[in-house]
């Protein structure tokens, strides 16, 4: 059993109300933060534990933090981006529904580090439940002293407060989610300036995951170079993986940064191997955005070295023949699936939550869409697989954000690993399309 | 530090924070870099991202492509701009785009003059790979407006358009609705332009690459022989204007990006209200009432009547009998001409101009202040200061491209409006002092008050550069602020609130208009408002100063050229025996000395037979001065009133002489705008066939009453100018550039941008105190007019409408409406439209009624475009009692729900 | 200039009316825009299911913004529906993760079983079919979300078993 630091808790009954989670600890590391550190002393024990980004990008937490602008006289703001949309990731979700006061115990702690006052937990409208016991706990939080004027009587003042998102992949991107915080379409901003300096309102605004929040409890709690020895290398502390797909245990782990890909894949304390004794055929590491895996590379790296969940370990062999760790959404593939239908059915995803801003981005996206469509209806000729590669080349890293990056790499990647597998779609076209589940047949081809 | 980086191996310099593209194109020719969703107007946007580019940090260093657009450059770089994968992302780039992109570019309005069409050519794009797919081609044309059009097939999502409303125009008409592919552009809620609350500046489609959005002149693509920059004749901003022109006809207009006064923005009247040149209604032919009847005359028969008479009215009466309105949409050479008429050839200094009925206490007022009236600084200096003032003005519709920026501004930094009309403006300001019509003076002493009482003064401004102030400290602080703040109905908290903030910001502009100057007191407001930034050391440096927004296109230039009875050209004082050798030196003959009349007091004197003649140069008197039948009777009892026009107006219906004059299009010269600026007007077209430009005429009439001057040429007559107007020192007509220049102008050809820098135009800055009165027309008439009209103007219509009526502008604004508040209106049981009877003390007339909340209760507003309502016929003779400018913005009425269809009395 | 001619009654509940001031109380003065996308949820919810012009330019009054920046809003995001649906509105995941573990064959069902394709209401106008991206419920599809709840796991015998309820209390 690995140690957990984010699940320790989940457990135990009730860890959702505040007594509970108080009785068990919670909010000790406010006090200590509050009563004996500076903030910059919390920065600092952030910077030592090595604590990365969770939302996907893996950025090192404490120098995000550092870049922060403190122009005087402008607030600072701290959003917490519960936005979690990327296809496979259903973590902060489940931390915030099963022990929400850890949310907001990270939110304080990091407010207070950022010298914020008013800080926001930006979730996705879909979670407008989590919304609801979000704010019961912020009330709870708030009737206890935890938050409001002169919290445990340190002359710091903060409130938290949660708004839901509508409906928009985009908007787990920070800019996005400024401006859709704003009361705005989630259009991404341009870089510079970046948040840290104008941000929510103009102010310099950080943007941290859920997970990467809660983590700073701990980090507070037990000091940074303890979180810093769990883990392997630059990939410090646990990480949350929603595991998914043809496993036959899919749910919410912890683990600890480094164990292998094969122990997470197929021992039984994690996702307990491939569902109905099949074989498997591919991975997605990383949520829907990181480049797919070949099962041959998913245990493996291509020098033959066991594969690691670690940022590093899972990026080896770079977009040949790697991956990403990404926000930890573990897709898994068995022999039945179809990539041609699932990368087309993911770009159908892009297309429609493409803002419409980058002209490689919207027009881009909606003819991966298309052309996918054609191969795995049968309507598609030779060249639309260069086509494609032409279009995700066009797009990736041809955007304000990097919604145009994730469009592209889940295709340039199939179509790497899986090249045959979409010739045999369009020379096959009648074969192809009687063993696509039965579902193909009757459905409309208008492509 | 000079910093250095390079393009495709060459090094240049470049300055901290400059973005790549706009780097590599202070090198290389503008479309160097192809792009499609940059604007020359425009903040970077770096959504087309053609204009892409790799670079990498050391030579041959690994490269990274970015959008040229918005990436700053960093010192030592190196930028390839051509290279094989910025080459390839760029032409795919506009490959994906014309996918969604009809074909149709031969039957295209803007084929040839397309920006997409050139950025595919250049990127070397021949066929598109892709098949037909899902595409936006069905949508429906646009043509429900007089002006703009839009196919929104042809959009290719550039924004353009949407930020040219936002950023330029700051009108948020135009947006994006619905999500990536499917996201099209909307006007307000997806309505056609008609409906929306589009104010047709027309910023979009130039805005736009293709013709996604255009107008009805089809100005980027029309064909044209030759484009000709003028400027406009509307207000008094001096938008500059690039006039198409095919076949002598105009063709349209677009707004020139290298204009200083307008960067590439105009407004409706600038862009579209042109097509009343060539109106069948213009007068083409002179015009003398014989028997009664206009009959048709030749030019020398009508300018031999003038000649006759005048000789006989002047050896009968003198020629202090004789009077002349000059026009302040009429160039200043055309201006210089009519004084010179009338002090060199008649004799007299009874020769006015409309300035009067606008500005002269702005003149008298800083003249008393500063020293001179001009504004002290220029507009663009709104981007270098952190508040303004705007004092009864109204300048989103009445400057509506200053109004844009100002407005611009409110959106970012603290404005304070003092105005009695919920203005645009006021709704953005963060301070509103929404105060009764006429109580400037009470409002503007209670913002002073505060000010001395905070202690917020610039004590060390005071000491070095202004006089009186002791006297002014102790007069301030004796207001009674209590009744003040009873007076005027504004909150004294709010009114401190906005003295401190005025007072505090590092920097404050003030502008007014109108409706500090119409008024009882005009003059006086005006002083204080030079108080405000005298004692917060406000003034003689940028972005600061007193800053009139100034009427009609050339209202400056008219009293900078002498057309007032008590100062000559360039506002010598020739009561003064030095100035007054001086110009009859200049002039080579005698000269009176003797203070002529001001346009009140010119129909005063009619009434009394003291004045028998009148020249009017463009001015409609019967509908736009004050008390209409008043003036109507004066008029009447002329011997002799001419009227040049290019229209039938109702003051040229009595005229005995009406000579056909040409429009701003059809003649050159030079316009002053609100901020001394001298700009050149080239003519577009030939005079109509049958009109001369009110120059000429001026001229011939001089030379038939024996006086010798050479025909119209505005190169000649600027020459005569700068010998004798003081500031016109430097003018040459070669010299003036495509954005003129700032007056004074110094003999080397400099100009000014900032007035008063060292010392005042006076030396000193004199401090002058003011005590509220209530004007007679409110003590008079309160008991039986309760209600308090005050006058206003609407975007789309200019003054009295004369040219703005005759273009399809009517189809959008048909009427004059009353604002009147909603209490107010079901206090009279009056619905939206229904007709009201407005009366005051003079006269009754009806009116349509608009509810809005813009006015409080108590107060009405209304314009005066339409001859058909006849608002003047309410308006009073009080005048400002310094400067004799009529006090349209406070009139006493009642009203009543009428039956009535404009049967006005 | 701004009409003041009345507009159709609409308006929020009293109770309403105080959430959203509790809501616009939480951004500083002058930010109460921010709080227009929670608000639009509300109003969706409180005026039948969707957001029609005339409710969305009350909001903008509401907040004192332009109705364009209401518009342009409303349309972009995928949870307001800018026309009318049905009573129930089933929006069933069909992103990848939950088609691997059957999503299509739930949506054929649902199909057949209310004979409407996705983007059609019933014609008794309770049911509206919506295909939806990605819900966060990857570990746990099939799954659809009614108004606030996530149903998941989702067999046939599942899914059967909520229309009926559904149908039952809607009797």
């Known amino acids: 059993m690995g140690r957990k630091i984010l699940l320790e808790k989940t457990g135990i009954e009730n860890i959702n109300t505040y007594e509970v989670y108080r009785r068990e600890g919670g909010y000790s590391a406010v006090e200590k933060a509050l009563k004996k550190m500076t903030p910059e002393e919390v920065v600092e024990e952030v910077k030592k534990s090595g604590l990365r980004g969770r939302g996907g990008a893996g950025f090192p937490a404490g120098m995000k933090w550092s870049f922060i602008a403190k122009p005087e006289g402008v607030p600072r703001y701290l959003l917490c981006n519960a936005d979690e949309s990327e296809p496979g990731t259903f973590k902060d979700r489940f931390l915030m529904e099963k022990i929400p006061h850890l949310l907001i115990e990270g939110m304080i702690l990091s407010s207070y580090a950022l010298g914020c006052n008013t800080s926001y937990i930006y979730i996705r409208g879909e979670y407008m439940w989590i919304l609801r016991i979000l704010e019961k706990a912020l009330e709870e939080a708030r009737q206890n002293g935890w938050l409001g004027k002169n919290i445990l009587k340190s002359g710091y003042d903060l409130e938290i407060y949660v708004s839901p998102g509508a409906g928009a992949y985009i908007c787990g991107e920070e800019t996005a989610l400024i401006e859709s915080l704003e009361g705005k379409r989630g259009n991404p901003r341009m870089k510079p300036p970046f948040p840290a300096v104008k941000g929510l309102w103009q102010s310099p605004t950080v943007v941290n995951n859920v997970e990467t929040i809660s983590s700073v409890v701990s980090i507070v709690n037990n000091g940074g170079e303890q979180y810093a020895s769990i883990g392997l290398g630059k990939s410090t502390g646990t990480k949350l993986i929603s595991a998914c797909g043809n496993i036959r245990k899919p749910g919410v782990y912890e683990i600890e940064l480094g164990i292998s890909v094969e122990e997470f894949l197929y ?45 590093e370990s899972l990026a080896d062999g770079g977009f040949a023949t790697g991956s990403m760790l990404g926000s930890g959404g573990f897709i898994v593939f068995d022999e039945d699936q179809c990539i041609v239908r699932n990368t087309w059915n993911f770009s159908r995803f892009y297309h429609h939550e493409s803002c419409g801003q980058c002209s490689p981005c919207r027009e881009g996206t909606g003819w991966m869409d298309k052309v996918l ?28 954000c990097p919604l145009g990056d994730a469009a592209a790499w889940p295709v340039a990647s199939a179509i790497r690993h899986f090249r045959e597998e979409f010739e045999w779609h369009i020379k096959e076209p009648v074969k192809c399309l009687e063993t696509n589940y039965g579902l193909v047949k009757e459905t409309e081809l208008e492509a | 530090m000079i910093k250095t980086a390079f393009i495709n191996n060459i090094p240049f310099n470049f300055s ?76 795919n ?31 070397g794009i021949r066929d598109v790979r892709y098949p037909e797919g899902k595409n936006h081609f069905d949508r429906k044309k646009d043509l429900s407006h007089p002006f703009m059009t839009s196919d929104l097939a042809k959009c290719i999502n550039c924004f353009r358009c949407i930020r040219a409303c936002d950023e330029v125009q700051g009108e948020m008409v135009l947006s994006m609705a619905g999500r990536g592919f499917d996201s099209q552009i909307i006007k307000s809620n997806n309505n056609n332009f008609f409906e929306s609350d589009c104010v047709s500046c027309g910023a979009c489609a130039q805005a736009c690459p293709t013709s996604a959005i255009s107008d009805v002149f089809e100005s980027k693509s029309v064909i044209y022989d030759k484009k000709v920059r003028t400027v406009c004749t509307y207000c008094g901003v001096g938008c500059n204007l690039d006039v198409a022109v095919s076949n002598g006809n105009v063709k349209s207009i677009q707004a020139p990006y290298d204009a200083e006064v307008n960067n590439g923005h105009t407004c409706i009247k600038g862009r579209f209200a042109f097509t009343f040149y060539n109106h069948p209604d213009r007068l083409k032919t002179p015009l003398i009432r014989k028997n009664g009847e206009l009959t048709p005359a030749t030019w020398d028969e009508a300018y031999d009547f003038i000649a006759e008479k005048i000789n006989e009215i002047k050896s009968k009466y003198g020629p202090d009998y004789i009077s002349g309105i000059s026009s302040a949409r009429c160039t200043n050479e055309e201006n210089y001409f009519m004084q010179k008429l009338f002090r060199a050839v008649i004799g007299t200094n009874n020769i006015d101009s409309c300035a009067r009925v606008c500005h002269s206490p702005t003149a008298t007022g800083m003249q008393r202040t500063f020293g001179t009236g001009a504004a002290t600084n220029s507009i663009d200096e709104i981007n270098n200061t952190d508040l303004i003032l705007v004092t009864g003005a109204n300048p989103t519709n009445a400057h509506p ?32 002092l929404q105060l009764k019509p006429g109580t400037n003076v009470a409002v503007l002493n209670m913002m002073l008050y505060y000010i001395v009482e905070e202690g917020l003064e610039d004590i060390e401004f005071i000491k070095n550069r202004t006089e009186g102030y002791d006297e002014f400290k102790n007069h301030i602080l004796n207001q009674n602020i209590n009744e003040l703040e009873k007076i005027s109905g504004v909150n004294k908290e709010l009114v401190k609130q906005a003295a401190i903030a005025y007072a505090k910001a590092e920097k404050a502009m003030s502008f007014h208009g109108l409706g500090v100057t119409e008024h009882l007191q005009g003059t006086y407001s005006v002083m204080l408002l030079s108080d405000l930034a005298m004692i917060t050391g406000n003034i003689g440096k940028k972005g600061v100063g007193v800053n009139p ?8 230039g008219a009293a900078d050229m002498g057309c007032q009875p008590h100062q000559g050209a360039g506002y010598l004082d020739f009561t003064k025996p030095e100035i007054h050798n001086l110009y009859e030196e200049f002039y080579g003959v005698k000269l009176s000395q003797k203070i002529g009349y001001k346009i009140p007091e010119m129909f005063e004197a009619m009434v009394e037979g003291k004045l028998k003649a009148m020249i009017l140069m463009g001015e409609d008197v019967v509908q736009t001065d004050p008390n209409s039948n008043f003036v109507i009777e004066a008029l009447s009892k002329l011997e002799l009133l001419v009227v040049n026009e290019i229209f039938m107006t109702e003051t040229a219906k009595m005229a005995h002489v009406i000579l056909p004059a040409s429009s701003f299009l059809e003649k050159s010269g030079t316009f002053t705008n609100g901020e001394r600026r001298i700009q050149r007007v080239n003519a577009v077209v030939d005079p109509i066939e049958g009109t001369k430009p009110d120059g000429q005429i001026v001229i011939d009439i001089i030379n038939k009453l024996g006086y010798k001057q050479a025909d119209y040429n505005p190169e000649t007559a600027l020459e005569e100018i700068s010998k004798i107007v003081p500031f016109f020192a430097g003018v040459k007509w070669n010299e003036l550039g495509i954005n003129g220049k700032q007056w004074p102008v110094m003999p080397d050809g400099s100009d000014t941008k900032i007035l008063h820098k060292e010392t005042f135009k006076r030396g000193k800055g004199k401090f002058q105190t003011a005590t509220w009165h209530e004007s007679p027309e409110i003590t008079e008439n309160k008991k039986d007019f309760p209600y308090i009209l005050t006058t206003n103007r609407e975007l789309e219509h200019y003054n009295s409408g004369t040219m703005t009526r005759r273009t399809n502008i009517s189809q959008i604004v048909p009427d004059d409406v009353l604002l009147i508040n909603p209490v107010d209106a079901k206090k009279h049981f009056i619905a939206e439209g229904d007709m009201v009877c407005v009366m005051s003390v003079r006269g009754k007339i009806d009116v349509k009624a608009h509810i809005t909340d813009e006015v409080e209760p108590g107060i009405l507003s209304s314009t005066f475009h339409f001859p058909l309502v006849k608002m003047n016929v309410l308006t009073s003779e009080i005048s400002d009692t310094e400067a004799l400018c009529p006090e349209y913005k406070v009139v006493s009425v009642n009203i009543r729900k009428s039956k009535g269809v404009y049967q006005n009395v | 200039m701004h009409n003041m001619e009345t507009r159709e009654k609409i308006q929020f509940k009293p109770e309403t009316v105080a959430e959203i001031n509790r809501i616009i109380s939480q951004f500083p003065q002058g930010k109460q825009k921010s709080a227009l996308l929670r608000i639009l949820h509300i109003a969706q919810h409180e005026f039948g299911n969707w957001l029609s012009v005339e409710v969305m330019d009350y909001i903008a009054e509401f907040l004192n913004i332009k109705p364009i920046e209401v518009y342009e809003v409303a349309s ?41 394709k996705p983007g059609e209401t019933t014609s008794d106008g309770m049911f509206t079919l919506k295909t939806v991206e990605c819900l966060g419920a990857c570990g746990y599809g099939p799954m659809l979300q009614i108004g606030e709840d996530y149903h998941e796991k989702l067999t046939i015998e599942k899914l059967d078993n909520l229309l009926n309820v559904i149908k039952n209390k809607n009797n």
């Open chain 1, 267 to 311: 021992s039984d304390e994690y996702c307990g191997g491939i569902n109905n004794g099949k074989r498997l055929k591919a991975c997605i590491p990383g949520g829907s955005s990181v480049p797919i895996l070949p099962h041959y590379l998913v245990t493996k790296t291509a020098n033959g070295e066991q594969r690691l969940m670690t940022y």
């Open chain 1, 373 to 400: 469509k054609r191969i795995e209806y049968g309507k598609g000729n030779m060249h639309d697989i260069d086509l494609l590669v032409s279009i995700s080349k066009n797009i990736e890293g041809n955007t304000i």
């Open chain 2, 16 to 91: 901290e924070g400059e973005m790549i593209l706009s780097f590599v194109r202070k090198y290389f020719e503008k479309d160097y870099i192809p792009t499609l969703c940059d604007a020359q107007n425009l903040e970077p946007f770096g959504s087309c991202r053609v204009c892409t580019v790799e670079v990498a940090l050391q030579k041959n260093g690994n490269t990274k492509t970015v959008a040229s657009c918005h990436t700053p450059v960093i010192e030592g770089s190196y930028i390839y701009t051509h290279s094989e994968k910025v080459n390839k992302i760029r032409k």
């Open chain 2, 93 to 123: 780039i506009v490959e994906l785009v014309l996918t969604d992109h009809p074909l149709d570019c031969l039957t295209c309005e803007v084929n040839n003059n397309c920006e997409l069409q050139t950025v595919a050519a250049k990127v």
């Open chain 2, 401 to 432: 491209v200053t109004g844009a920026k100002l407005k611009q501004f409110a959106m970012k930094k603290p404005m304070i409006v003092i105005d009695p009309r919920k203005t645009e403006l006021a709704r953005y300001a963060k301070y509103h």
């Open chain 2, 549 to 556: 927004l100034r009427g009609q296109n050339n209202v400056q």
């Open chain 3, 76 to 116: 972009f995001y995928s949870m307001y529906n800018l026309n009318p649906v049905g009573k129930v509105v089933l929006e069933v995941c069909h992103t990848g993760p939950c088609c691997l573990v059957g999503a299509e064959k739930m949506i054929k069902h649902i199909e057949q079983t209310l004979n409407i």
